[in-house]
């Protein structure tokens, strides 16, 4: 399995930005379709975005259209996550993940990051 490692949350007001990364392990990363999803207090993991594995396919809940973009290097095994105009609704703690196929469903990804957090105060 490809092991990832979520960096780049932390606490910001409405309206900021922050860029989370994902760094794989694995060679096999540039393999992988990878995803972000996030999980709210009292929630479910909700899909938020996800890209293929040659950055040809992007895919974005309704929620963050328009405002997070995923990226991915290839040659450096990482996954991106840039969010703007951030809102209050977009707390939770972010999760990237991988699988090998293109989808929006948190059970058929198979590896998991520990997870960061994102804070944004109104």
């Known amino acids: 399995q490809v092991q990832l490692v979520e960096s780049g949350g932390g606490l910001v007001q409405a309206g900021g930005s922050l860029r989370l990364s994902c760094a794989a392990s694995?060679?096999?990363?540039?393999?992988?379709?990878m995803g972000w999803f996030r999980q709210a207090p009292g929630k479910e993991r909700e899909f938020v975005a996800r890209i293929s594995r040659s950055s040809g396919s992007t895919l974005y809940a309704d929620s963050v259209k328009g405002r997070f973009t995923i990226s991915r290097d290839n040659a450096e095994n990482t996954v991106y996550l840039q969010m703007n105009n951030l809102k209050p609704e977009d707390t939770a703690i972010y999760y990237c993940?991988?699988?090998?196929?293109?989808?929006?469903?948190?059970?058929?990804?198979?590896?998991w990051g520990q997870g960061t957090q994102v804070t944004v105060s109104s």
């Open positions: 694995e060679r096999t990363f540039s393999n992988s379709v």
């Open positions: 993940a991988a699988t090998a196929v293109l989808s929006t469903t948190p059970r058929t990804y198979k590896s």
